[in-house]
């Protein structure tokens, strides 16, 4: 399975990668995503977290953390 198939488009270009725990990374773009995951594997661990990607210097995330907001009230 390609890296690439861990994301789930929500909007505007926004990927996640689903996890169990109560923690968020939230990184730029997707070669950051890819390589702490690339980490992670180097470590013999797997990821557990939510991992958020903006994939764009331009897109400052406001629409996604404002879903998480309102999926939490």
Do not use: A
């Amino acid at each position: 399975m390609k890296d690439e198939q861990f994301f789930n488009e929500i909007n505007d270009n926004i990927s996640v990668v689903e996890g169990n725990k109560k923690e968020l990374f939230i990184f730029t773009n997707s070669k950051d995503t890819l390589s702490f995951l690339g980490l992670l594997q180097l470590n013999k661990q797997t990821n557990n977290r939510k991992l958020t990607t903006l994939n764009s210097c331009s897109n400052n995330g406001n629409d996604f953390l404002n879903q998480i907001r309102i999926s939490h009230t």
